[in-house]
Nanobody, 123 residues
Framework: QVQLVESGGGLVQAGGSLRLSCAASGRTFSRYAMGWFRQAPGKEREFVAAIGKSGSTYYADSVKGRFTISRDNAKNTVSLQMNSLKHEDTAVYYC?????????????????WGQGTQVTVSS
């Protein structure tokens, strides 16, 4: 089992930056593909970014060129660097772990989820 704890959320002005981190428990972190999803009020949870076991990265079109996902297997962490933030990036951001590493843009593929961290971008 994997427990995930997100941190780094907060309030930022449009155009600013935030870095989200997700700390994972357990000694098998490198066996999981990791993803970030977000959910805005009244909307469904949507894919943001993912990183495979080998380090391949995937992004939603809405964040491509602005967000960067990375992982540190030695520290059991995955991070999401968010630059040029927009008001529409406001949401609760969730970290997730997927043992099989397939369909990484689909929330149903993921086995474990964190509690989420709020990101608010003021316009």
């Amino acid at each position: 089992q994997v427990q995930l704890v997100e941190s780094g959320g907060g309030l930022v002005q449009a155009g600013g930056s935030l870095r989200l981190s997700c700390a994972a428990s357990g000694r098998t972190f490198s066996r999981y593909a990791m993803g970030w999803f977000r959910q805005a009020p009244g909307k469904e949870r949507e894919f943001v970014a993912a990183i495979g076991k080998s380090g391949s990265t995937y992004y939603a079109d809405s964040v491509k060129g602005r967000f960067t996902i990375s992982r540190d297997n030695a520290k059991n962490t995955v991070s999401l660097q968010m630059n040029s933030l927009k008001h529409e990036d406001t949401a609760v951001y969730y970290c997730a772990a997927d043992l099989w590493g397939t369909s990484l843009d689909t929330s149903k593929s993921y086995d474990y989820w964190g509690q989420g961290t709020q990101v608010t971008v003021s316009s």
